[in-house]
């Protein structure tokens, strides 16, 4: 099995893949435009990446390429479409950065209220303002706003329970009693949480219903003076808007994320919000600490390995949520050469479509269940063939799937 790199890897990880006996390559350097034509040349069976855009044409020249696996939570950065659509795996490893990312919204908060960087770039300049770095309004018993309720979020709440702050979240699958049990309260909308609350701290994924989620309507409904904090994606923010709000109402910034962020080799001129003095900046490194990126590593390693001796794949981001099957039929048959070929056969003649199919070995291996999903009710006369048709065949059954 031969792995391709495209990102820089924990060299406990590159041995560990080694040691499976995988073929590595590692290339630190590739980019999205010469992604494409080092997969024609390497050929891998994965490919393992962690901030380097996957575009569509990587997945078209493919060959042998069957997993993607993503160093890291979000997958917005691969074109899962394109991979679908070529039968290719899309795996993450979520939760691995979730400390990571939430020490990261924890300093970006502090240095907010107390406007660490500013005044640290006020001393190494020379100037000393004592008086009016002295107006931080502090953290304790202010209100914290949660949009998003993973693994990071709760990583969130549980430190904020430290520093005294109450709690309000938002998250879809967020219900009341989990909501107790976080010791939080549970609001009904993004909006609701950003009039609530002093802090707004964004942990959504970056989809499209996510999309532009921090808008002006979110912005107009801040406190004038709250804090706004976004480690996730930039896209999850309409930047225009949260420009005029740090403008329009004191709006105060710390983002690890942009819209528009820039390569290695470029600067950061075109992000206009960063240059705001209300605005405490990082360079996208929220996951960016050894402890996670060797527990990511850890994980993307354990992926392998499974799909390597199992062809499990843990993670998978691009499986069908629910198939368009509407009927299962489960074949009871003895654990024998040729039983699946005809049941299968029958079913290709019958131009039924084949949704999923597994097939569960009895112990002792003398008998097996092929449990198969159906895009179509097979008539009597379908059933009757892969019924009388093999000697092998023990029972056939047909139920719909609800």
């Given at each position: ?14 041995a ?54 993503r ?50 770039a ?20 202010r ?60 942990h ?32 999850v ?62 994980e ?92 092998h065949?023990?029972?056939?059954d ?5």
């Open positions: 099995m031969k792995i391709l790199i495209a990102d820089k890897f924990q060299p406990s990880g590159i560990a893949l080694k040691e499976l006996g995988c073929e590595v390559v590692s290339n630190p350097d590739l980019a999205p435009d010469t992604l494409p034509d080092a997969v024609v040349q390497h050929d891998p069976d994965i490919l393992i990446v962690r901030s380097t855009k996957v575009p569509a044409p990587v997945f078209d020249r493919a060959k042998k390429l069957a997993l993607v696996i160093a890291g939570a979000g997958y917005d950065t691969i074109d899962v479409e394109a991979a679908s659509a070529r039968g290719i795996f899309v795996s993450n490893c979520p939760g691995k950065n979730s400390i990571a990312v939430a020490e990261l919204t924890w300093g970006l908060i502090l240095a907010c209220d107390r406007r660490i960087a500013e005044q640290s006020d001393l190494k300049a020379g100037r000393w303002d004592k008086k009016t770095y002295s107006k931080a309004q502090g953290i304790y018993g209100t914290l706003g949660i949009i998003g309720v993973g693994q990071i979020g709760e990583a969130v709440i549980e430190r904020a329970h430290a520093f005294g702050t109450p709690v309000v979240a938002w998250s879809r699958s967020l219900t009341d009693a989990t909501a107790r049990e976080l010791g939080v309260t549970r609001a009904n909308s993004p909006i609701e949480v950003a009039k609530i609350s002093d802090i707004v701290t964004l959504v994924a970056a989809t499209p219903d996510t999309k532009a989620l921090a808008n002006k309507d979110f912005f107009d409904a801040m406190k004038p003076g709250a804090i706004f904090i976004n480690t996730t994606r930039g896209s923010v309409d930047e225009s808007a949260l420009h005029a709000a740090i403008k329009e109402k004191n709006i105060r910034a710390g983002l690890d994320v942009f819209a528009h962020e820039p390569g290695a080799s470029d600067n950061a001129s075109d992000i206009p919000v960063a240059r705001e003095p209300a605005v405490t900046g990082t360079h996208h490194i929220g996951a960016s600490t050894e402890q996670a990126q060797e527990a990511i590593a850890t993307a390693v354990r992926i392998v390995t499974e799909y390597k001796h199992s062809g499990h794949i843990p993670n998978v981001v691009n499986r069908q949520s629910k198939s368009r099957a509407t009927r299962l039929l489960s074949i009871r048959h003895l654990n024998k050469p040729g039983v699946l070929a005809h049941v299968v056969g029958e079913i290709g003649k019958a131009r039924i479509n084949i949704e999923e199919m597994e097939n569960i070995i009895y112990s002792g291996g003398f008998a097996a269940c092929a449990r198969i999903q159906l895009d179509a009710e097979p008539t009597q006369e379908t059933m009757d063939r892969i019924n009388s048709g093999s000697e065949v023990l029972s056939v047909l139920t719909v799937i609800e």
